[in-house]
Structures are given as structure tokens and as C-alpha cells.
């Protein structure tokens, strides 16, 4: 039987967590927002119209900071038809997805939700068919104090205080010729920094997100961000990316081995930015914010927008996702962890119903997906700082990405409680038997072993009839010798290995 081997060495470190790795994504699509997080009547609903079965499943999820309103919507949204009173707010038609906006869940509301789910807010900007003025309106709106028709006006809305909102998206994915308002790196580079100079002009406390590629396989990757880049890097904080991975053609080895391809992209990414840095003579590292991504079945979306007229919030998106997609995301959160020192914020794409972990019935009840558990597990357990993992594993062969190793890792040491946390995906079909030698942390015990696990039913979903079908089981801890740890991972299988000091 094919075996493999993890040390873990306090001594070398990647960085401490950030909790924005742990973002979610909250877009004006299908029913994320009216039916999802939002539904007045509903009998979740509280007074504002939120559902608190879904504050309490995204509180549960362990979400830190929600990226809002878009997305793809983003780019022909006016921000101030979602303010005020709403039975004065206009109905427009949403070019992005082809469907009618309502307003009546607007920046107010959204706020108001975020206070309630315990989340960072993190705005977008209109930058396809809008600029400079209208963000900085916008920032006026929500950050200033008060004094000017802006800040006044949020302050006749009910929002004595400012909001405060400290992270900001320049745009959405303009490089991407579906987008409204599709700019060339030069044009949206230039307006980029343009808008960044004057919201900091505004408030200098604000951090800036510069629209990166929104995916490795486009064509103009890596020149897009040394372009954006070079007008930007002075005036902005992060650079996103975005990345999904489709599980539609049945190649199912390659799946399981989409975090190859995210760590690819991370590497790339960072190593364009500081080729970018060196020409401008930057001494500061920019950092990345990858702010979608997930497993999508994106060959079904032509046919959810077929056949249809302009409706408000129509079902799209609503993947069921299976337990194999779990376990891929779990490995794509192991990949952004070992990431720590240059990826700053992450959020999975969507929250609720839209590609998301959270599901919903109209009037119904909520679950969670198989996506959701890896997620919470991974945000309630990564604490303190990533350790660098160099595991020996055997590898198998994948038709996307060639040979990968069956095994990807990273190790946490939380300094504070001395624990120590490993997260460990068995990509292979075969159960991996694991020997983690913790000579460097020695008096440490196994405490607990989670696995979600897809080899026996790698289809198997979480449906409201069955909303624990895929759900993480308790392993036996392993059995130990010394400093070392032999444990057994199953086939195809996402795990949290917990250890803690003897006392």
C-alpha cells in the first residue's frame, strides 16, 4: 500500500492567517439576495426582511468579511437606487444577468445584514459604465461623518453614524469582454488609479482592490496586471483574482487536482506584481485578494438564461454540489492558506443559493451543501500561523494538470493554545496511510480526527429532504510512537487533524 510522510517544524514559517481569507460574496443574482439572505414574510424574517436562519448559517459558516453588490452586476449598478425610502426606489433592468433589479435590498440593507451576520463589509464600485465620481459619492455616502448632501442624506436614512466600510473593489473582472462597460488593461488601469487617488483623498484609511484577471486561461492574463499594475501599484492594496473549477466533463482526477492550478495562479500573480514593483522601484508587496472562487458547473448557466423574459431574481446558479466538490473545496482552502503571506483577503463565490454553501426554499426552510462544511471547519480551526509543509507522497496521473501528488497539506500553530491543526486532502482512490513526524513540537497528543470523505458515494447531496446526507465523521486520532503520528486518511477524502499539548 502506498504511503506518505509530513514533518512539521515550528521553525518554518509562511505567516499568520488573516481572518479575510474566509470571505463570502453576496451579488444581485438569481437568489442570492431576494430569497436568499433577504425575504420579508418569510417566517425567518426579522423586521428589516432578513432571514435569520441564514444570519445563523453564515454565522455558522464562520464568514469574516462579504463582498457586495457584484460581481458581474456591479458594472451597470447606480448605488443610489438601493437608498431611502423604498417604495420610492426605481425597478432597471440588470444587463448583467438579464433580469429586473427591484432595489428594494440596497447598500442600507445590506449594512444592516452584515451588522447582523457579524461580517466586514467589502464594496464595489461601478467602474464598467460609471467612474471617478460616482465611487467617490458613493464613499462619501457611506464613510463621511457629516456637513455635506451626501453624508446628510445617509444620516436622514437612519444611519446616524458612518459606516465605516474599510475595503473597497475597483470594478469587477473588466477584462472579460461579457462584462458592461469591458475595458482594455490601459483604459480600466488608468481610471483605476484615477478613482483610487480621490477615495483616498476622501479617506486615507481605506484599502483598495485593483481589478486582476478574472481567470488564468484568459488571454490577456499576466499582461493585464502588469499593465493595471504599473498605473496602480502606488495607489491600490491588493490585486484580485478570481478562479472557478467545472466538474461538468466527468474528469474527475483532474477535478480533485484544481488546487495545482490555483497555487499556479497565486505563484503567478505574485511573481507579476513584484516584477512590477522592481520596475517602479516599490519596496512594499502587494498582496492579492482572491475574491471568487469556487467549483461551478458553468456549463449550465446558457441554459438557465435561455427561454426566458425580464423577471425578478429568477433561480440561477443553484448547483447542488456533490461530496467530491467538497473535498476539492476544502483542498482550495488549504491552497489560500499556504498562500498566507501574499493572498490578504479570499471570498467563495456566492453565500446563499448562487453557487453557494448555503441553500434555500422560497418560504422554506435553509440547509447547508456538502461545500459548507469544509468551509466552517477550515475557518473555525485555522488559527495562529502557517507552517510550511513539505509532505512525500506518491502522485497519480490527471489529464489537466499531468502527474500531482495524492496528498496536499497545511499545518497551523496556534502560539497561544499550542496547538497544532493540519489540513490534509487524499486526492487518490485508494486510502493513505500518513505518518506526520512533530519532532519540533513535541508533548503534543492527536485530539481529533474530521473527515468528509466521497469515496463510498462521491455523488451523494445535501438536498432539503436530506440535508445531512455529506456531513464530516469523527475518525479514530491515529495511533502514536514518540513524536510521530500514524493516521489513515480515507480515499478521496478532506480532513482536519487536531493535536494539543499534554498537560
Request: proline content about 6%.
Amino acid at each position: 500500500m502506498r504511503t506518505a510522510r509530513l514533518t512539521i517544524d515550528p521553525a518554518f514559517t509562511i505567516g499568520p492567517v488573516d481572518r479575510r481569507l474566509f470571505g463570502s460574496f453576496v451579488e444581485h443574482l438569481g437568489r442570492c439576495v431576494y430569497g436568499g439572505i433577504y425575504e420579508p414574510g418569510h417566517p425567518e424574517a426579522d423586521p428589516l426582511g432578513l432571514r435569520r436562519d441564514v444570519l445563523a448559517l453564515t454565522r455558522e459558516l464562520g464568514v469574516s468579511v462579504v463582498r457586495y453588490p457584484g460581481g458581474n452586476f456591479v458594472s451597470g449598478y447606480r448605488w443610489e437606487d438601493g437608498v431611502g425610502p423604498v417604495g420610492d426606489r426605481p425597478h432597471r433592468l440588470d444587463l448583467a444577468w438579464k433580469t429586473v433589479e427591484p432595489n428594494t435590498f440596497g447598500l442600507d440593507e445590506f449594512l444592516a445584514w452584515a451588522t447582523a451576520a457579524q461580517v466586514e463589509p467589502m464594496m464595489a464600485v461601478n467602474l464598467g459604465t460609471r467612474g471617478v465620481q460616482e465611487a467617490c459619492d458613493l464613499l462619501e455616502y457611506a464613510n463621511h461623518p457629516g456637513g455635506t448632501r451626501l453624508s446628510d442624506l445617509r444620516r436622514a436614512h437612519g444611519a446616524e453614524q458612518p459606516y465605516g466600510i474599510r475595503l473597497w473593489c475597483l470594478g469587477n473582472e473588466l477584462d472579460g469582454p461579457w462584462q458592461v462597460g469591458h475595458k482594455t488593461a490601459e483604459e480600466y488601469g488608468r481610471l483605476a488609479a484615477e478613482t483610487a487617488r480621490a477615495m483616498k483623498l476622501i479617506d486615507p484609511s481605506v484599502s483598495l482592490v485593483a481589478c486582476g484577471s478574472s481567470g488564468r486561461g484568459m488571454p490577456t492574463f499576466a499582461s493585464w496586471e502588469a499593465t493595471v499594475l504599473e498605473h496602480t501599484y502606488e495607489h491600490v492594496d491588493f490585486i484580485s483574482a478570481h478562479s472557478y473549477y467545472d466538474p461538468s466533463d466527468g474528469d474527475r482526477a483532474s477535478l480533485l487536482a484544481s488546487a495545482v492550478d490555483m497555487d499556479n495562479f497565486i505563484t503567478e500573480v505574485v511573481a507579476t506584481a513584484d516584477h512590477v514593483a522592481a520596475r517602479l522601484r516599490q519596496t512594499r508587496k502587494l498582496k492579492i485578494s482572491f475574491d471568487e472562487w469556487n467549483v461551478w458547473y458553468q456549463s449550465r448557466v446558457q441554459g438557465d438564461l435561455d427561454g426566458r423574459g425580464w423577471v425578478e431574481a429568477p433561480a440561477l446558479l443553484e448547483d447542488e454540489y456533490t461530496a467530491v466538490d467538497a473535498v476539492v473545496v476544502g483542498d482550495l482552502l488549504i491552497t489560500l492558506l499556504r498562500h498566507a503571506d501574499r493572498v490578504g483577503v479570499a471570498a467563495q463565490a456566492q453565500l446563499a443559493n448562487v453557487i453557494a454553501p448555503i441553500r434555500t426554499r422560497t418560504g422554506g426552510p435553509a440547509w447547508r451543501q456538502s461545500i459548507f462544511h469544509p468551509f466552517a471547519l477550515t475557518a473555525r480551526y485555522a488559527r495562529g500561523t502557517v507552517l510550511r509543509t513539505e509532505p512525500v507522497a506518491p502522485t497519480h496521473p490527471t489529464k489537466r494538470y499531468g502527474d500531482v501528488p495524492v496528498l496536499d497539506t497545511v499545518a497551523l500553530h496556534d502560539e497561544e493554545s499550542g496547538e497544532l491543526t493540519v489540513f490534509a486532502v487524499n486526492r487518490g482512490t485508494d486510502d493513505l496511510p500518513l505518518d506526520l513526524d512533530l519532532r519540533g513540537l513535541s508533548g503534543l497528543h492527536p485530539v481529533q480526527h474530521l473527515s468528509l470523505a466521497a469515496g463510498d458515494d462521491p455523488e451523494a447531496v445535501n438536498t432539503e429532504a436530506e440535508p445531512d446526507r455529506v456531513t464530516p465523521r469523527e475518525l479514530p486520532t491515529g495511533t502514536v510512537d514518540g513524536d510521530r503520528c500514524a493516521v489513515r486518511l480515507p480515499a478521496v477524502s478532506w480532513n482536519v487533524l487536531r493535536f494539543a499539548p499534554l498537560h
